[in-house]
């Protein structure tokens, strides 16, 4: 069973290489719902593919459970009301982060180590660290279950403005309220260096920077250089193929 999750878990890696992604309008060779959730849902051993409704059953724990383990979560009650998982799926999903998690908190070289399984044909070590960053809310080096379950929220049941919001954060790397040309530069090396070299078509060493200028035409609307929340959201609401991609994160779990 554990090897067959495995092959499945790598295969499903090779599918994201032709998956579209919406702020670079990077478009798929053959569109795939299914590839672009598990980017998120693969974090956690309870939402992998090949889950069974009996894994999922006993992955329900009671909260006085959550009490045996070195870090306990905020009250169910109060992150059912920040979120919008049920108190059931934000149980399931506690189970899988204390299992891959024991502690309770993830730091970046864990964060890290299981990200890059899923893309083991390129190097996600940047990427992860942006992704890292972007889940660190507090900004202190480490990712609690209630830092992961409300972006997890954001990105998989929040609104159109809720996900561009969260995407825009992810892509301002200094958090100064705008996009620059190098901050998007750096995104897309990331994400060539993650899809590595043999994806199909064969990616051209020029293609990030014909994607970052690509950005640039579309979203810097005043041509000042940058782009800001305001210019970003409104972009983004007329693109159709955006709006398309971001709904495929809706009612995932």
Not at 28 to 39: A, E, G, H, L
Not at 156 to 177: C, E, H, P, Q, V
């Amino acid at each position: 069973m554990k090897s067959t999750s495995q092959d499945q878990s790598l295969s499903d890696s090779r599918e994201l290489d032709r998956s579209y992604d919406p702020l670079t309008g990077n478009p798929p060779s053959r569109p795939s719902k299914k590839t672009i959730k598990q980017r998120f849902l693969k974090l956690l051993p309870c939402c992998r593919s090949g889950s069974s409704s009996s894994v999922n059953q006993r992955s329900i724990i009671d909260e006085s459970e959550l009490a045996t383990v070195w870090y306990r979560p905020e009250g169910l009650d109060r992150l059912v009301q920040q979120t919008n998982f049920s108190k059931k799926e934000l149980q399931v999903l506690y189970r899988g982060f204390k299992n891959e998690c024991p502690s309770g908190l993830v730091n970046e070289e864990t964060f890290k180590s299981i990200y890059s399984q899923f893309f083991p044909q390129g190097d996600s070590g940047m990427y992860a660290h942006f992704l890292f960053e972007a889940f660190d809310t507090h900004n202190n080096g480490s990712i609690s279950f209630e830092d992961f379950v409300t972006s997890l929220s954001i990105i998989l049941r929040g609104s159109i403005t809720d996900k561009l919001n969260w995407a825009f954060n992810m892509y301002d790397l200094n958090k100064d309220g705008c996009i620059s040309r190098e901050e998007m530069t750096d995104i897309m090396h990331s994400i060539y260096d993650m899809m590595g070299k043999y994806t199909y078509p064969c990616m051209k060493e020029s293609a990030p920077k014909e994607h970052v200028d690509s950005f640039f035409q579309k979203m810097d609307k005043n041509k000042d250089g940058v782009v800001t929340i305001e210019e970003f959201l409104e972009m983004c609401q007329k693109d159709e193929n955006i709006m398309q991609s971001m709904q495929l994160f809706d009612n995932v779990i």
